[in-house]
């Protein structure tokens, strides 16, 4: 059984900076893509920052220069740094797992965390 647990949202002021944590349970070593997504009230879950297995990153064009993705492969953590925070990057984050065939071609499975609240409040 898989489980991502995120931690690390909270209440920041304009400009502030979060770190995220997500920390993936009951599965060793695979091909996988790990990455963060964020839901706002009102609008669609959308992908804010991914990096494989080997450390190839993207983000959204928003969140460049601000956010920074990370992972340690041997814990099955993968991190989001958050600087120069926004309002409009308040939304709840989720935390997601995507695994791959041997082939690195087709995805067998994606797991999704609970999400942790990050609020951008003057």
């Known amino acids: 059984q898989v489980h991502l647990v995120e931690s690390g949202g909270g209440l920041v002021q304009p400009g502030g900076s979060l770190r995220l944590s997500c920390a993936a349970s009951?599965?060793?070593?695979?091909?996988?893509?790990m990455g963060w997504y964020r839901q706002a009230p009102g609008k669609q879950r959308e992908l804010v920052a991914t990096?494989?297995?080997?450390?190839?990153?993207n983000y959204r064009d928003s969140v460049k220069g601000r956010f920074t993705i990370s992972r340690d492969n041997a814990r099955n953590t993968v991190y989001l740094e958050m600087n120069m925070l926004k309002l409009e990057d308040t939304a709840v984050y989720y935390c997601?797992?995507?695994?791959?065939?041997?082939?690195?071609?087709?995805?067998?499975?994606?797991?999704w965390g609970q999400g942790t609240q990050v609020t951008v409040s003057s």
């Open positions: 997601n797992l995507r695994r791959y065939d041997e082939s690195n071609t087709y995805v067998i499975a994606d797991y």
């Open positions: 009951g599965i060793g070593f695979t091909l996988t893509t």
């Open positions: 990096i494989t297995t080997y450390g190839t990153t």
